[in-house]
């Protein structure tokens, strides 16, 4: 029987509550598709912080190495000035393992209700491709005469050739990915059809302003696609992607984007399908060791209550077994919960789910 072996960083707050139900269903689904997993648990987070003084371990990357995949909880602290966590935890590990893809699915499941008018789980189905790793996120930039009246202050987004080309690539094999001959994506018209293509990716920039990095996104994009002829090319500038999510979500298959415009435009897709509660991304090195996680931070007011959601983590469980190839498990996964969410849950809000945090997980793996 297959083995693999992750690492789990429960973190703070609600994060042990939901990644015992990420697990939880992991393990059925293990039954069910005949694999079997060891986890390692790392108490990283606030609370570690708070009574040891360190963030992070010197070597926290090099024995994340060591697994699989990495399941995280959420990390956040409300004692804990902001910042400290999240640039010493979460982006540092993002950068430490090179994890150059933040995938995050924006998918509406039935039964969830989205702010967006007359929209239906068919028009909510895309997924961004964020740049992890570079950008105004590489953090690049100073001060100069701080503390002045004329202090001045430079961030800048910093892209190499090599970043953008590996997560168009990624991009591009993502799109034909999700979307064959026998099952094209549906928003393409007959023309394109004729044409072969099968699937779609959209670009996200701002052409129009920022002239150099989205100059170097363009050309890249344009080059990379001629080697994907059945996938048809978009772009769309930041704002009006925003406009289009909002307005017209049915348009996109995949969207491509640099890092700091993904960490916006994902915000807005998952409170689309329904808010935290059931929104999961991946941290994703395609040679390396990839982190999956619930989007939704820490919720401290609800901990220990069992009433959160854990629908996003069991999510992040599911995209993390799709990342380590067990993707029948993880699409059977996808389906369990979205038959929960369309015949069981009477909301996505904390507390007001009609079940617990464990019943909630349990319901997945009954209907596994
Ligand atoms: C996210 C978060 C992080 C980010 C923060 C917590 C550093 O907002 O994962 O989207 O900006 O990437
Ligand atoms: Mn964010």
Known sequence: MKHYNFAVISGDGT?????????????????KYGFEFSTTEFNWGGEHYLSTGEVLPEDAAEQLKKFDAVLLGAIGHPKVKPGILEKGILLKLRFDLDQYINLRPVKLFPGVETPLANKKPEDIDYVVV?????????????????????????????????????????????????????????????????????????????????????????????????EYPDVKMDYAHVDATTMWMVKNPEWFDVIVTENMFGDIITDLGAMTQGGMGVAAGGNINPNGVS????????????????????????????????????????????????????????????????????????????NL
């Not at 994060?15 to 039954?31: D, Q, R, S, W």
């Not at 699937?199 to 990379?224: I, M, P, S």
């Not at 959601?309 to 992040?316: D, I």
Request: aromatic share 8%; glycine share 12%; with cysteine.
């Open 130 to 226: 964020r740049e992890n790793v570079g950008g105004l996120y590489t953090g690049i930039g100073g001060f100069t005469m701080k503390g002045t009246a004329d202090e001045t202050a430079v961030q800048s987004m910093v892209y190499t050739r090599n970043q953008v080309e590996r997560c168009i690539r990624y991009s591009f094999d993502l799109a034909r990915k999700r979307h064959t001959k026998e099952n094209p994506w549906r928003g393409l018209k007959e023309k394109d059809i004729a044409e072969g293509k099968t699937a779609q990716l959209t670009l996200c920039g701002k052409t129009n302003v920022l002239t150099y990095v989205f100059d170097l996104w363009e050309r890249v994009f344009h080059e990379v696609g001629k």
């Open 15 to 31: 994060g042990p509550e939901v990644v015992a139900e990420a697990l939880k269903v992991l393990e059925a689904a293990g039954k």
């Open 291 to 366: 982190m999956f996680e619930p989007i939704g931070g820490s919720a401290p007011k609800y901990t220990g209550m069992g009433v959160i959601n854990p629908l996003a983590a069991v999510l992040a469980g599911a995209m993390m077994l799709d990342y380590i190839g067990e993707d029948e498990a993880a699409a059977d996964i996808e389906k369990s919960v979205a038959f929960v969410t369309g015949n069981k849950l009477k909301s996505m809000a904390a507390g007001k789910m009609g079940y617990s945090t464990s019943e909630v997980g349990d319901l997945v793996v009954e």
